[in-house]
T-cell receptor
Framework: GENVEQHPSTLSVQEGDSAVIKCTYS??????FPWYKQELGKRPQLIID?????GEKKDQRIAVTLNKTAKHFSLHITETQPEDSAVYFC???????????FGSGTQLTVLP | NAGVTQTPKFRILKIGQSMTLQCTQD?????MYWYRQDPGMGLKLIYY???????DKGEVPNGYNVSRSTTEDFPLRLELAAPSQTSVYFC????????????????FGPGTRLTVL
């Protein structure tokens, strides 16, 4: 089955700086890669996603890049703000039910 | 729309007890999923369903059972609870499309925090 590895596990940045979180996946059949944000005690919420036929996608301050050959994808957050502080999860989707395999998460802390 | 709802929010079980975690969605989604999230970890798929009457095992199905008799409901049954099942359980649903923004955006419920003592 699919295996997703996520790095780093914790990341602290100064407000206004950029943050980058990286993930690798193992199954070349995976074709959908979402990123979820989870605040403390809350449910995960989708912030951006990318299909395998696209190399990069951007939504305001958030962007995701995908390298299918190397089987890795990354989340980029620019101009970070304190409200960006949360745990971020990457995931890869495979199978007939498009089930997700999640990475272990990155605790992002934006220091004011 | 209420989205995905889960009951109960919290529960403490004794070892060997059984319980059912309820999950309901009102978005007419045909795909539904159960995940568990251990402290400081990612989500692991327990079971999933692509429609009423169809269920399949995920990565960590042992100790759990599911049923899907309607589109809206996807209950998760724990038999003979063990301390290793202490976790937060999330139900999710989706309506996969062939393209567009939400290829398979999964919408999560608020979670059930279960402790087995």
């Amino acid at each position: 089955g699919e295996n997703v590895e996520q790095h780093p596990s914790t990341l602290s940045v100064q407000e206004g700086d950029s943050a980058v979180i990286k993930c690798t996946y193992s199954d070349s059949a995976s074709n959908y890669f979402p990123w979820y944000k989870q605040e403390l005690g809350k449910r995960p919420q989708l912030i951006i996603d990318i299909r395998s036929n696209v190399g990069e996608k951007k939504d305001q301050r958030i962007a995701v890049t995908l390298n299918k050959t190397a089987k890795h994808f990354s989340l980029h957050i620019t101009e970070t703000q304190p409200e960006d502080s949360a745990v971020y999860f990457c995931a890869a989707s495979e199978g007939s039910a498009r089930q997700l395999t999640f990475g272990s998460g990155t605790q992002l802390t934006v220091l004011p | 729309n209420a989205g995905v709802t889960q009951t109960p929010k919290f529960r403490i079980l004794k070892i060997g007890q059984s319980m059912t975690l309820q999950c309901t969605q009102d978005m007419n989604h045909n795909y539904m999923y159960w995940y568990r999230q251990d402290p400081g970890m990612g989500l692991k798929l327990i079971y999933y369903s692509v429609g009423a009457g169809i269920t399949d095992k995920g990565e960590v199905p042992n100790g759990y059972n599911v049923s899907r008799s309607t589109t809206e409901d996807f209950p998760l049954r724990l038999e003979l609870a063990a301390p290793s099942q202490t976790s937060v359980y999330f139900c999710a649903s989706s309506y996969p499309t062939s393209g567009g923004r939400s290829y398979n955006e999964q919408f999560f419920g608020p979670g059930t925090r279960l402790t087995v003592l």
